[in-house]
């Protein structure tokens, strides 16, 4: 899944949670039903960059409440 922004590094996503940003997901293309609730993988920058990071991460309707 990716993070509605496009952030370019795992620090900068980190350091927007600790912040108390809101960070929402998504699942592009549509190919697989969303998860709204639960553990979630996501992965970044978005495609077509190549994918530099990746982190789990726990969402309730669809927003981020915890990452590792």
């Given at each position: 899944?990716?993070?509605?922004?496009?952030?370019?590094?795992?620090?900068?996503?980190?350091?927007?949670f600790?912040?108390?940003?809101?960070?929402?997901?998504?699942?592009?293309?549509?190919l697989?039903?969303?998860?709204?609730?639960?553990?979630?993988?996501?992965?970044?920058?978005?495609?077509?960059?190549?994918?530099?990071?990746?982190?789990?991460a726990?969402?309730?309707?669809g927003?981020v409440?915890?990452v590792?």
């Amino acid at each position: 899944m990716y993070t509605v922004k496009n952030y370019r590094t795992k620090k900068q996503l980190i350091e927007e949670f600790k912040a108390g940003v809101k960070i929402r997901v998504y699942q592009p293309g549509g190919l697989f039903p969303a998860v709204l609730n639960g553990e979630i993988a996501l992965e970044g920058p978005h495609f077509p960059e190549p994918h530099r990071w990746y982190a789990q991460a726990t969402i309730k309707d669809g927003v981020v409440v915890k990452v590792k």
